[in-house]
């Protein structure tokens, strides 16, 4: 076994209506708040019932909600010259939303009392003459300066586990192409597992977004960086996610779903965030929402069957378990299909060309693909002509 280190995770509060103690978490680092959340969740009531709870203990608040789905450098920008506005001071951002808020809120946490407002201190790896990984372009351009502002995150959707880290993803606007950054002051100091928050999010968003669960907890626990403390959260994030995401997608309103799905979705962070990263699925994911803006765990569900075919040698014996975790067959090839009977039960059972993709995008994908670092720990490391077949076979 290797070796491996267990950083501090924050301190998470859990239970229906707990976001009403969110204005003691932000006194415990500060005294005003930047909330930073999108149209949508503000259209559903979520940043107003956050509000309510920073005015009844006398906070100042502002809000800056103009995030995309997949964020961009150009979101970056508003929000940076938002907070300047605002002031850093004493501030504690907050982060009410899903992995594109808190991706975005989180790099301006880092990029705002730097004086910077591009996407400079995140990167996207080059390839070198192998189509591997070339180490030598891991750094981004710029560094962060200055301590960077304290984040607290309130997930109002059950997928990306984005509140358990410190990195993000950016979209640069030019050519599309999702850049990485990280920082660990960015992971929030506390995280607010509310499931009343999430009762709203349509079934839509709500299958992708269990897609998203499931294929972190899968990508961890098969990882070439797997460990025993995560192996055991992602085989329990499997289990909720197979019990409870088709009723959570069925009957929204249903309470002890969505607090399952949510505690799937956080437990299959930590997973991940403890050190296995995750793989094949998301570096092939990725590119795809880059370029077409797919919602990401849609990208995700669209690729993970063909990929655990593509693993099923190198990790039969993890693929097993992730079936008995489903509640089939301890068999690997039982795990691939139980996936794919999820996926059509919640209805992300869809193609590359159903999002948008054609025959001539597989080259672009295929490259940016193998430059995605998050493949670095995938169990069996691709040609660029097998990423290619995999894209073929997607569509």
């Keep these: 076994m290797s ?24 006194r415990a680092h500060g005294s005003r708040a930047f909330v930073v959340s999108d149209p949508g969740v503000r259209a559903a009531g979520i940043v107003n019932t956050v509000i309510d709870a920073l005015t009844t203990d006398g906070l100042e608040w502002t809000v800056f909600d103009d995030v995309d789905p997949n964020p961009t450098d150009a979101n970056v920008a508003a929000g940076v010259e938002s907070l300047r506005g605002f002031g850093t001071e004493d501030v504690v951002i907050v982060l009410v939303g899903g992995g594109s808020v808190m991706d975005c809120g989180k790099y301006i946490a880092m990029a705002a009392p730097s004086g910077i407002e591009d996407s400079s201190l995140a990167f996207s790896p080059e390839l070198d003459d192998a189509d591997r990984i070339d180490f030598a372009t891991l750094a981004p351009p710029a560094r962060a300066s200055a301590p960077c502002v304290p984040t607290i995150a309130v997930p109002t959707t059950s997928g990306t586990a984005s509140e358990t880290n410190g990195g993000g993803l950016i979209t640069r606007t030019e050519d599309h192409r999702k850049l990485t950054f990280s920082h660990p002051d960015v992971r929030p100091r506390a995280v607010v597992l509310d499931p009343l928050l999430t009762v709203g999010l349509p079934s839509g968003a709500t299958a992708v977004c269990g897609m998203d669960v499931l294929t972190h907890a899968i990508e961890a626990y098969t990882s070439t960086a797997s460990n025993p403390y995560a192996d055991g959260l992602a085989l329990q994030a499997i289990r909720l996610t197979g019990q409870w995401l088709p009723q959570a997608v069925a009957v929204g309103s249903d309470v002890q779903a969505r607090a399952s799905m949510q505690i799937a979705s956080h437990l299959a962070g930590r997973a991940f965030s403890s050190g296995p990263l995750l793989g094949l699925v998301h ?21 993970l069957p063909h990929i655990m075919r593509f693993n099923l040698e190198s990790v039969s014996d993890r693929y097993a378990d992730v079936g008995q975790a489903l509640g089939v067959a301890r068999d690997p090839l039982a795990a691939v299909e139980a996936v794919e009977t999820l996926s059509a039960t919640v209805g992300t059972d869809r193609s590359l060309s159903d999002l948008g993709a054609k025959t001539q995008d597989i080259d672009g994908l295929t490259t940016d693909a193998l430059r995605d670092l998050i493949i670095l720990n995938t169990p069996r490391y691709p040609s660029r002509e097998e990423v290619h077949a995999l894209y073929e076979q997607a569509m």
């Excluded at 070796?3 to 932000?26: D, N, R, W």
């Excluded at 570096?283 to 690729?303: D, K």
């Design 283 to 303: 570096a092939t994911g990725h590119p795809v929402s880059g370029t077409f803006g797919a919602a990401h765990g849609q990208t995700l569900a669209t690729m």
């Design 3 to 26: 070796t491996y280190t267990l950083e501090p995770m924050p301190s998470t509060h859990v239970g229906e209506g707990s976001v009403a103690e969110l204005a003691q978490h932000v």
